[in-house]
């Protein structure tokens, strides 16, 4: 399957600057996949080792950092020996290995020649037990889940993507019904990429559900092994909580709607653990859409939202036939599929940076409010056909300037105030 990181790490590759890469990104997501699959295809060879189950490499960085020393037992353990812009050198789970991130300063400074990549559990790689973090000496390339393209190329549908990337609205409109059976797919699958691949073997939901909830179990696993005692009851509690957040009208974090009387202070290093595991993403509300957002950041509210729209509905019980054949999933749960939907075909795009808007007086919401560039753009995001979109209209109307975006099932229309595009090319749009 291709994976749209993969022009980033040729990027990296023909850098004349490169420094060694650590690939971040949440458990399961594809990280050993991709990094195999780049050694295999753009190099002579590659040495991979996993740090987790290999114990020759467990106290290979503890004395020193001599990289001659460290070459060879790599050499010894994969049976090739690196050459400088031949050979990839992948380091797996690096943060299984104590002072392992400290030695990509060492590859840096003394063997920039070297091609060398690393992965690891995020949270493992934030927490990096025992070292410095070697800042200014690495690369750093973020991996998500697949989005919706990637998911229509994997199932061999490429022709699909390349249309909706094609912007060609006439056709794409003659062809909605095919898009909407597709969405309807990537809403139940997701976008995890072992996820992705039983389906299309298999086409068993049963095996889907069950792939998925192996990963929810396996990121509680991680959370037990890394988070303090006392917090892993609140993290668990703030994981739960979010189908029923997302699933009321207004989305916005309700610390009491996971125990009665909570505050900010109890929970809050529970989401940030979720944040730096990967698990989940947070979109804060800002109270002014002026350049640039972040100045105007308001830091007491928020959404969560899941990293993946299929662990989310693997989360809410949702049966498949109300997915995959009723309308339930885009009329009815609120819009809570949609906006997870939205946002992760919104969060892997570079130089954009992700809000929302709500008004002090909460009689207006924009679901989310985007910085690319040197541009705000506010959109709104709505699961039906037949649509209104009185907050954006007025929210515009308010803010001179601005150009609204409506993801929507509707087909395609560019008026003066607002262009309505249908949410199967969110992706590409």
């Known amino acids: 399957m291709k994976r749209k990181v993969y022009t980033e790490l040729l990027k990296w590759k023909e850098n004349s600057n490169r420094k060694p890469l650590i690939l971040r990104g949440a458990r399961q997501v594809g990280k050993t996949w991709i990094m195999k699959e780049f050694g295999k295809n753009e190099y002579r060879n590659f040495i991979y080792v996993n740090c987790d189950n290999e114990p020759r490499v467990a106290h290979l960085f503890e004395n020193d950092y001599d990289i001659n020393r460290i070459l060879l037992v790599l050499q010894a353990i994969s049976g090739i020996k690196a050459m400088p812009g031949e050979t990839l050198i992948i380091l797996d789970e690096i943060q299984e290995v104590k002072r392992g991130l400290g030695a990509l300063k060492y590859f840096c400074e003394d063997a920039p020649e070297y091609h060398v990549m690393v992965a690891g559990s995020l949270l493992g790689i934030a927490l990096h037990p025992g070292t410095s973090f070697p800042v200014g ?11 919706f393209g990637e998911f229509l190329e994997a199932q061999g549908n490429g022709q699909w993507k390349t249309l909706l990337e094609s912007h060609d609205w006439q056709l794409i409109s003659t062809m909605r019904t095919k898009f909407i059976e597709l969405l309807r797919q990537y809403y139940y699958v997701g976008g995890m990429p072992g996820v992705v691949s039983s389906y299309i073997e298999q086409q068993d939901l049963q095996e889907v559900r069950r792939l998925q909830q192996d990963i929810l179990t396996a990121y509680r696993e991680d959370i037990s092994k890394h988070a303090p005692a006392n917090e892993v009851v609140r993290i668990n509690m703030v994981m739960n909580s979010i189908p029923s957040q997302l699933a009321r009208e207004n989305k916005k974090f309700i610390y009491g709607a996971m125990r009665k009387g909570a505050r900010a202070a109890d929970f809050e290093l529970a989401i940030q653990w979720l944040i730096d595991c990967g698990i989940v993403y947070k979109i804060p509300r800002v109270s002014t859409p002026k350049l640039p957002l972040k100045f105007y950041e308001d830091l007491s509210a928020f959404k969560l939202f899941l990293l993946d729209c299929g662990l989310l509905a693997c989360m809410s019980e949702v049966p498949a036939d109300q997915i995959l054949i009723g309308n339930n999933v885009f009329e009815e749960f609120k819009g809570a599929f949609t906006e997870e939907f939205v946002l992760q075909q919104l969060i892997g795009h570079p130089d954009t940076f992700i809000y929302y808007w709500s008004s002090e007086r909460s009689d207006g919401e924009i679901d989310f409010l ?25 929210f515009v109307q308010d803010n001179p300037g601005l150009k609204g975006l409506r993801l929507s099932m509707s087909d395609y229309r560019d008026q003066e105030w607002m262009e309505n595009v249908p949410l199967y090319a969110a992706f590409c749009f």
């Open 137 to 147: 000496k690495v690369d750093m390339i973020d991996l998500y889940p697949m989005d």
């Open 370 to 394: 985007l910085q690319r560039g040197s541009r705000v753009i506010p959109v709104e995001v709505k699961a039906e056909e037949n649509v209104r979109a009185r907050s954006l209209r007025q």
